[in-house]
């Protein structure tokens, strides 16, 4: 089972990137795709999630309306749409797999059983 981040990049500030993550090895159609980001220093953090099986998506507050997270059943994959993105932005982004969460656990690093290899994302002021 592989998970495969990618679309990082160098954006300015109030520009637009999409991340992708693509599952290859196993068919995720009842897991929960998050994602997740890691600034230098500090904890690897939530950042947005998809439930495969009820279409529901969570963010972290500070990127609701800016972030849309969504999936593509066919391609088995997670997209992460970033608008108007800021410095405090930066960071690598992991894209995750886990299985049977629930609400009060699907915002935790240790609920996800698989992780893809992280993407940078800079922005810059």
């Known amino acids: 089972v592989q998970l495969q981040a990618y679309g990082g990049g160098l954006v300015q500030f109030g520009g637009s990137l999409r991340l992708s993550c693509t599952a290859s090895?196993?068919?995720?159609?009842?897991?929960?795709m998050g994602w997740f980001r890691q600034a230098p220093g500090k904890e690897r953090a939530f950042v947005a999630a998809f439930r495969r099986s009820t279409s529901s998506t969570y963010y972290t507050d500070s990127v609701k309306g800016r972030f849309t997270i969504t999936s593509d059943k066919a391609k088995n994959t997670v997209y992460l749409q970033m608008n108007s993105l800021e410095p405090e932005d930066t960071a690598v982004y992991y894209c995750a797999a886990g299985f049977r969460l629930i609400a009060s656990t699907i915002r935790k690093p240790t609920s996800y059983d698989y992780w893809g290899q992280g993407t940078l994302v800079t922005v810059s002021s």
């Open positions: 090895g196993c068919t995720f159609s009842d897991s929960t």
